[in-house]
């Protein structure tokens, strides 16, 4: 199991295009892949638990990867949310 944490940093959070995204990437991977936001915890495979989440830009989230492809996945989300995912 793999954890890192990461700042979203595009100006409207993860809303629909953006958390889609998220999702798109996420299910390349075998491995499980979620994400922790405050008290709760999201599967970054599943675009209503994404938006659910409610994560502002600005906001600290902790991806957390466990499975064969745990550490590619873990890098892949990263850099999407780091690059802005998309906007």
């Known amino acids: 199991m793999v954890c890192q944490k990461v700042v979203v940093k595009n100006l409207t959070g993860l809303h629909l295009r953006p958390a889609g995204l ?3 990437e996420a299910m390349k991977y075998k491995s499980l892949i979620t994400f922790s936001f405050k008290d709760n915890t999201a599967n970054a495979k599943s675009v209503l638990s994404v938006l659910g989440a409610c994560v502002k830009c600005g906001d600290e989230i902790e991806f957390t990867c ?8 873990l890098c892949a989300l990263v850099k999407l949310v780091e690059s802005g995912l998309g906007e």
């Open 22 to 24: 998220l999702c798109k």
């Open 66 to 73: 466990e499975g064969i492809d745990e550490t590619e996945a």
